[in-house]
């Protein structure tokens, strides 16, 4: 065996040479791994007594990719597309022997391959679109070439992996195989030999393509069908161009289109964001005090109290993943409804197909409905989804307390009350957690997990394991009012209220933030989630807000009512309704208001930049451990636009100088305390940093 590089490794077996890349975690094709890849090529294809190439990985995947992280800074020899060339020019076969993730650049390299070959639990996508990229090492030309037209689409534009059965069926791999996954491609390589096979180049073919050629329909549909999910993102529209170009010219002209698009995209500033989302993403699961060796509770069983959309939801996310779940309920008839929500759910997911009725059956099976608490006591996770009123709260906690296992982690899906106060209704604080999920919690992917005073370290790691297995994004946050997610669409909330008294109407504050990347604004939110909710909260405190209350005393309590701020038709298309835009005139004039055009700039700014100001508080309080998972907790959890980054990545690419004299300039005008820009803000402004450099 010759080390080639520190990632590259070549080895003979018999008459084929055998580069093996191990470059952990995932093998991405660093500067070491292409020049390994070259070099070892370089050195097969001149040794005689070599005749075949098997490329194979070694740890947990096949190569996933570019490395992400040289992306910005100056290219380094030799570019991915130099060792693409060497291997497809190859005069002898050069196999890809294929396990974990083909992805990317990876997927890239074994197209230029001459034959794939995988383990039946492989995955092979091109995901480059979920950092705003296309795929650009001959991705967007050869797949197409393999799979036709319409499936590459589909793929690069969802940047979903495909599975080995697919792959197989669709041309992409050449065999399934199992055993010792060198030995297998060392053995396709010897056959191929021996049959004397061609060498097939994917940049030869061309049946798939000319099928579509002179059919621009077959294009203009797809983009039909996928502007929806892709509205505001660049990358999409990037790729279909790119395969576009596959189909109407030659390979080599082609490839050149593609590396413009790709270009394109590596400088857009919504790949920027994109790119700079995937590791906020993955930081989020570092807690510094909690390293990744801290013991987590393996969670075999779940207990959620409470059979309500909240319960139902934590419920389904267990039984997804096929941990079996107790739903504790005080009443039988709240219990079969709570139930009879749960299969619903399931069975119209069925109904779109996404789910076997045998599907439905395993996991209504794993859901255990009782009105018996001591059903608990056998739960490693007890999670609390009951009314959010203290007292309520703190009897559930003390009933918990002496049934859970003495191990079990006490969690309660609180989205507004002091976990610590929750806590101390227990004798064991240190096992309660907050946990609180994002309705409807069975599809919503954030899960703020919130720290107690006391919380344990096995706690905090194992409410943060646990929200990954069952699919979710935990990110850890600290005990106040609304935690981070909420306490900043609060600031959000008394700013688009103030702006329909002063001249907006809600729509035209809605189409700003859905102009913006949001899926909607706030009165349409308020319209989905239900009016009465709110107006029922306020009333019991004694807090008044004169348009919606008077909304809601009309009985207009958004969609499920058919009216809220908006009209809806039968199938709950919006239309502004004169009634409202009369409700809010009147209210303007009797609080003695004159109304004004306010322009999109100041109703972007008066809804974003109060976010921004409350999420430096926030950073400064050590409620959230870093400016990024903020920006985690937005994405996920209010449809903030991922190409944008996050509320504070945004505000760094604005620049805080700007974004606070803005603020200065409102306080100016209005005389307001609320523009006050908090202590971080102003500091990094003064020092010309951003909340990520900080
Ligand atoms: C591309 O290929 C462009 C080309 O078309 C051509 C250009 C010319 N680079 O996710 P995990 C790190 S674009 C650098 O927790 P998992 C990650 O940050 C690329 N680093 O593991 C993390 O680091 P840390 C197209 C990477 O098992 C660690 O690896 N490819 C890369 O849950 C573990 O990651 C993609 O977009 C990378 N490419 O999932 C694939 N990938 O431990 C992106 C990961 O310090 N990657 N890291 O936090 C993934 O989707 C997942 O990482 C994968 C593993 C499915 C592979």
């Keep these: ?35 390994g890849l070259y070099e070892g090529l370089k050195q097969a294809i001149s040794d005689s007594a070599v005749q075949a190439i098997v490329i194979v990985c070694a740890g947990r995947t096949f190569i996933a990719g570019a490395d992400i992280t040289e992306f910005g800074k100056p290219p380094a020899d030799p570019s991915l597309h130099t060792v693409l060339d060497i291997i497809e020019a190859s005069p002898k076969p050069v196999v890809a022997a294929i396990h974990g993730t083909a992805l990317g650049g990876g997927l890239e390299v074994t197209l230029a391959c001459h034959s794939r070959v995988g383990v039946k639990d492989a995955r092979f996508g091109l995901p480059e679109v979920k950092l705003g990229l296309l795929p650009g090492a001959g991705g967007t030309q050869r797949l197409p070439r393999v799979v036709g037209v319409e499936k590459a689409l589909s793929m690069m534009v969802s940047g979903d992996p495909i599975r080995a059965d697919e792959a197989l069926k669709a041309g992409l791999v050449d065999e399934i195989v199992d055993g010792d996954l060198t030995a297998a491609g060392v053995a396709f390589a010897e056959k191929a030999l021996s049959e004397k096979r061609p060498l097939k180049k994917i940049r030869d073919l061309d049946d798939k393509l000319a099928a579509v050629r002179g059919k621009p329909e077959v ?65 989020a699961a ?39 779940v107790t739903v504790v309920e005080v009443q039988q008839e709240a219990l079969d409804r709570g139930l009879g929500i749960v299969r619903k759910n399931y069975e119209t997911t069925a109904s779109r197909g996404r789910l076997t009725m045998a599907d439905v059956e395993k996991r209504m099976g794993l859901i255990r409905g009782t009105t018996d608490f001591n059903a608990i006591a056998d739960a490693d996770i007890v999670i609390e989804a009951v009314f959010e009123e203290m007292p309520i ?38 096992s309660v957690i907050g946990t609180h999920f994002f309705s409807p919690a069975n599809v919503m992917r954030l899960l703020e997990n919130v720290r ?28 106040c009012y609304g935690f981070v997610g909420n306490r900043m669409l609060h600031q959000r909330g008394i700013q688009a209220e103030k702006l329909i008294l002063e001249g907006a109407l809600p ?19 308020g319209d989905l989630a239900g009016l009465d909710v709110g107006w029922r909260i306020r009333k019991g405190r004694g807090v008044k807000s004169p348009v919606a209350d008077r909304i809601c005393e009309l009985g207009r309590f958004g969609q499920k009512t058919g009216a809220g701020y908006y009209k809806y038709d039968e ?66 959890g209010y449809g903030w636009p991922v190409y944008r980054g996050g509320p504070m990545f945004w505000a760094d690419s604005i620049g805080l100088e700007a974004l606070r004299d803005t603020m200065l300039g409102f306080q100016r005008k209005t005389g307001d305390a609320f523009w006050t820009p908090a202590p971080l803000l102003n500091r990094l402004a003064d020092a010309g940093k951003g909340f990520l450099d900080r």
Aim: proline share 7%.
């Design 507 to 525: 729509h035209q504050v809605d189409r700003v933030l859905y102009d913006f990347g949001f899926p909607m604004g706030p009165f349409a939110m």
């Design 571 to 636: 199938k709950r298309n919006p239309t502004p309704d004169p009634d409202v835009e009369k409700i809010i005139v009147d209210v303007s004039t009797e609080m003695g208001i004159t109304r004004r055009p306010i322009s999109d700039e100041e109703i972007l700014q008066r809804l974003l930049y109060p976010m921004v100001n409350e999420g430096a508080k926030i950073l400064e309080e050590k409620m959230a451990l870093r400016a990024s998972d903020i920006d985690v907790i937005w994405v996920y």
């Design 452 to 479: 107690g005073a006391k919380s344990s370290k096995t706690a905090i790691a194992t409410a943060m394991a646990v929200g990954r297995r069952i699919n979710k994004v935990p990110v850890l946050v600290g005990v």
């Design 1 to 35: 065996m010759t080390a080639i590089t520190k990632s590259v490794d070549l080895d003979r077996r018999g008459r084929v040479a055998v580069l093996t890349v191990n470059n952990p975690p995932v093998n991405a094709l660093s500067q070491h791994v292409r020049q």
């Design 393 to 430: 709260k703190k009897e559930v906690f003390a009933k918990i307390d002496k049934i859970a296992k003495p191990d079990a982690v006490l969690a309660t899906n609180t989205s507004t009350l002091d976990v610590n106060e929750i806590a101390s209704a227990t004798s064991r604080p240190e």
């Design 219 to 283: 294009f203009a549909n797809f983009r039909k069908s996928v502007a929806r999910q892709t509205r505001g993102f660049r990358a999409p529209e990037n790729i279909v161009k790119a395969v576009e170009a596959a189909v109407s010219l030659p390979f080599e002209t082609g490839l050149k289109r593609e590396r413009e698009l790709f270009v394109e995209l590596l400088n857009s500033p919504e790949s920027k964001a994109q790119r700079y989302f995937f590791f906020a993403e993955r930081e």
């Design 286 to 324: 570092k807690i510094p005090d909690v390293p990744p060796d801290t013991p987590a509770k393996e969670i075999k069983k779940a207990a959620v109290i409470g059979a309500g959309t909240m319960g139902g939801g934590i419920a389904m996310n267990f039984a997804n993943v096929g941990i079996p």
